[in-house]
């Protein structure tokens, strides 16, 4: 299993940012797929939720009306397009899957995004 996340930067407040998370190793569209942060010195939180069909989606309510999960099971991509980002939503971003039978989660290595004037 292989998550590469990309897309990070940063981004002036009330910006636009779109992050991507390239899948492998595995059947991608049998999985849900989630997006997590940590900021620092905070404790990593989840932030978005996709289901493997990509019909289904649940946010923080941190996030909610301003980032939106999306995937594309042809290109084995997740993706999170956060609008109107805060300060508050620097953090490094990581992709993140959890197989049930391995009884674990996967992560990517993280993109850094820094939301500031």
């Known amino acids: 299993v292989h998550l590469v996340e990309s897309g990070g930067g940063l981004v002036q407040p009330g910006g636009s940012l779109r992050l991507s998370c390239a899948a492998s190793g595995f059947t991608f569209s049998s999985y849900a797929m989630k997006w997590y942060r940590q900021a620092p010195g905070k404790a990593r939180e989840l932030v978005a939720a996709?289901?493997?069909?990509?019909?289904?989606?649940n946010y923080s309510d941190s996030v909610k009306g301003r980032f939106t999960a999306s995937r594309d099971n042809n290109k084995n991509t997740v993706y999170l397009q956060m609008n109107s980002l805060k300060p508050e939503d620097t953090a490094v971003y990581y992709c993140?899957?959890?197989?049930?039978?391995?009884?674990?989660?996967?992560w990517g290595q993280g993109t850094q995004v820094t939301v500031s004037s």
């Open positions: 996709i289901n493997n069909a990509g019909d289904f989606t």
């Open positions: 993140n899957v959890f197989m049930v039978v391995f009884g674990r989660d996967y």
